[in-house]
């Protein structure tokens, strides 16, 4: 299995591919601060579903409280040639509603209508769009068709066997903190199809460098997958610090 070591990772991505990233680790493990770095740095439009307020997708988010049928339209008259400002939306659900699973799904649907407009969605703490680890149908559509939507998607977590499998199946790329429970390992070994121990050694080596490090999974290499083993990434003044 091929790992390369990187002490300064260069994350690059092709903002006109619609990728599927996952991040998985403990609590205070940097997960969230890995999606939120990719997040703010995305050029386009954005929305982040917040289950619990803390997601800080950046000074320009605008907050909305229920979802949406659609991505809303675009500013300006049609057929002007306005280039329209990007909106980076920012949807902060109420676990109390008694319709919080359904908000959850409907706001993942704002990211696939139109069908030809392109988006960037963050879920954080990703189990709780998924009831019982089912994706809901907004969910399991962008899931199994996110390319034919043109929506580009991050997910975390702290278990990946909490979530529905197809995330970690359709992930382009999957970032591991630190994981305890081996039973997490073997699923995202077996999922992307990698030597269960061997990926086990790469995660112990590259955890035992320090917080924040990572093991960073390309699924779609050419010639097979490709592991990374990766000092933590450089957190921006605005991005606050490693923190979930």
Known sequence: MDVTEYEDFPLFLDHSRPYIISAFGKKGKGKSAFNREIYRSWPGDKLAIDVNGHAEPGDDAERITEPLKAWPRPDGLPGTGERRKRRNLHYVADPGSPTYRDDLDRAVGMALWPKDHQVLLWAGEAGELMQRGNA??????????NRHYRVSALFDAPRPVWLDPQVLLQSNLVAVFELPNPADRKRIAETVGIDAKAFNEICFRTWDKGDY???????DARRGKQLWSCAPLPISDTAGQPAA
């Open 136 to 145: 809901g149908p907004q969910l399991m559509r962008l899931l199994q068709q």
């Open 213 to 219: 490090h990572f093991v960073l999974i390309d699924t």
